[in-house]
């Protein structure tokens, strides 16, 4: 399949704030007041990611994350809206977020995301997804459907 260029519906993305003073800085992540009403998240994680590394390209069946990219480190995000009941499926979006534009996302079920380290160091990422990873107590299977093996995929990293 190939994919057009441009905005996808249901994707969310938020400039972040940041807050400087003599001590360092602040960013709100994430307020329930701001969140969506059909969106909470069930848990949180932070990874770091080195120079040149990709994760993904992946997708949930079920499940949302909200990704804070923050800094240290710039990514660039790739998105691909494989809902076919979507007004905009057959898309793809890329966006380019870290230090150098903090920004908190939300990526719904169905829409096919990675993102890469495009900087010279480490880098940081947040997720708050709306779904526990892998059920209550790890005990049921993980919402995954990978792609970054498939020798047919059509989700290229450039």
């Not at 499926?89 to 495009?118: E, R, S």
Request: glycine share 8%.
């Amino acid at each position: 399949m190939n994919y057009e260029e441009g905005f996808i519906h249901d994707v969310s993305v938020k400039p972040l704030s940041r807050f400087d003073d003599k001590r360092g800085w602040l960013s709100e992540m994430f307020r329930t007041d701001e969140l969506p009403e059909w969106f909470r998240p069930e848990m949180a994680y932070i990874s770091m990611t080195v120079p040149g590394v990709a994760r993904g390209p992946h997708e949930h069946v079920a499940q949302t994350d909200y990704f804070c990219f923050i800094g240290p480190g710039n990514f660039k995000v790739y998105l691909w809206d494989t809902r076919k009941g979507s007004p905009t499926f057959g898309t793809k979006q890329t966006l380019l977020c870290g230090i150098d534009a903090p920004a908190a996302m939300i990526i719904p079920a169905g829409v096919v995301h990675a993102y890469k380290n495009v900087s010279l160091e480490n880098g940081i990422v947040f997720n708050a997804p709306d779904r526990l990873y892998a059920g209550s107590g790890k005990r049921e299977p993980v919402d995954e459907i990978r792609h970054e093996d498939a020798a047919d995929s059509t989700f290229i990293l450039d």
